[in-house]
């Protein structure tokens, strides 16, 4: 079974850095597409971006581009996003999801990371 | 602005059905396929259509999907309590160069 576990609950204060997880297992890692979604509070799933397993291949939402990184490491099967510079407007939930291809539908998600921003 | 453009909300008794639109543009539905989610704030979003009309391992064949041109629509028919959730069509976008979603619509059962 696929199981895509994510790291949990962060509170951070504005100007912090900050690396949540996403790990996958029971299927392979590699020759997949990791999606990022954001959901701030009240409002509906936004795209943030991609990146491919195998060659960490990124492709960013304009709305994203510049405010996060995404990595991926598959000695351990984990991808990652990253906040260099934390803003009160990043408070919400992030989601992350699997794909075997761009364009293909994203059927295994994690369970959510809850981040809170404040100054 | 959502890039995919949803009602905001729907209802209907429990027993009816209801349709769900999705409208987009030749840059996202036009050129790729639809796939629909349905969410409770909080938890994962659950893929309930792909490829425009396939139900994934699991899914009842009550809800089926649909796609016509730059549109789409995901039907509910004889609702459920447990129908009551969020729903959200996607698709890739050839000109953004990433995935796009609808506004999302909340459906509410009577």
């Known amino acids: 079974e696929v199981q895509v576990v994510q790291s949990g609950e962060e509170v951070k204060k504005t100007g912090e850095s900050l690396k949540i997880s996403c790990k996958v297992s029971g299927h392979s890692f590699t020759d997949k597409w990791i999606g990022w979604v954001r959901q701030k509070p009240g409002k509906g799933l936004e795209w943030m971006g991609v990146i491919y397993s195998t060659d960490s291949d990124t492709r960013y939402s304009p709305s994203f581009q510049g405010q996060v990184t995404f990595s991926a490491d598959t000695s351990i099967d984990t991808a990652f996003l990253h906040w260099s510079d934390l803003r009160a407007s990043d408070t919400g939930f992030y989601y992350c999801a699997t794909t075997d291809r761009i364009g293909g539908a994203w059927t295994h998600w994690g369970q959510g990371s809850l981040l809170t921003v404040s100054s | 602005q959502s890039i995919l453009t949803q009602p905001p909300s729907v209802s209907a008794a429990s027993g009816q059905s209801v349709t769900i639109s999705c409208s987009g543009s030749?840059?996202?539905?036009?050129?790729?396929?639809v796939s629909w989610y349905k969410h409770l704030p909080g938890t994962a979003p659950k893929l309930i259509i792909f490829e425009n009309r396939r139900r994934p391992s699991g899914i009842p064949d009550r809800l089926s999907g649909s796609k016509s041109g730059t549109s789409a629509s995901l039907h509910i028919s004889g609702l459920q309590i447990e129908d009551e959730a969020d729903y959200y069509c996607?698709?890739?976008?050839?000109?953004?160069?990433?995935?796009?979603f609808g506004g999302g619509t909340s459906l509410t059962v009577l």
């Open positions: 030749s840059s996202n539905i036009g050129s790729y396929y």
């Open positions: 996607e698709s890739w976008d050839t000109r953004l160069g990433t995935g796009v």
